[in-house]
């Protein structure tokens, strides 16, 4: 059975280069050229990977990213024409898997496109189950639990160790825990992290001393 590979760019010309040379390379693609549509296929078709535009009329690739993340860890290799570090820093800060700057050769974004899912398969949760020392997550369920006992968290709390999870052992900037909360668009502080982070920890209990301050830059996962 081929690996599905969602393309969300609503420039049809891109759309067809990079559908083109997927195919050559034995991977079945799917296509979206807006959100709302990329939303609906990641759900109908399943594809192993999205190669997401940022810039897409409507919904952006950066909410679709958001909305991704919160329910799964499918890997994200985002694509755009800004080259911006504050882009870059929000996209991988979502949890985007990759990140490719318009203008790009197809022939780099297959290459990508293998790197990111041999990674995810190296590295991959078992079962969609990320393990860091005595912490699990299931994302599927949406639970944590630390030494096998269930965690009582909040949405906003899980999709914060998630996404420290993902990285386990790097420091996450304030900026990008922000993003993965989906705090840019609604103006969030980024004391908001703080808060949370305070909470998550009192309630890791014996696990609480994986989560790490890292003064002045943020916070990291430790086993």
Known sequence: MSVTILIVEDEARLADILEQYLRREGYHTERAASGTRALELWRAARPALILLD?????MD???????VRAESELP????????????????LGIGADDYVVKPY??????????AVLR????????????????????LAAFEARCKGELLDLTAA??????????????????????????????GTDERAVDAHVKNLRRKLGDCGQQLETVRGVGYRLRA
């Open 54 to 58: 940022l810039m897409l009329p409507g």
């Open 61 to 67: 690739g950066l909410e679709v990213a958001r909305r």
């Open 76 to 91: 994200i290799i985002m694509l755009t024409a800004r080259d911006e570090e504050v882009d870059r820093l929000v996209g």
């Open 105 to 114: 050769s197809p022939r780099e974004v297959v290459a990508r496109v293998r």
């Open 119 to 138: 990674r995810a398969q190296g590295s991959a949760t078992v079962q969609g189950v990320l393990t860091v020392g005595d912490l699990s997550l299931d």
């Open 157 to 186: 709390e899980l999709r914060l160790l998630a996404a420290l999870a993902r990285e386990e052992g790097h420091v996450r900037s304030r900026t990008e825990l922000l993003a993965a909360l989906g705090g840019l668009e609604r």
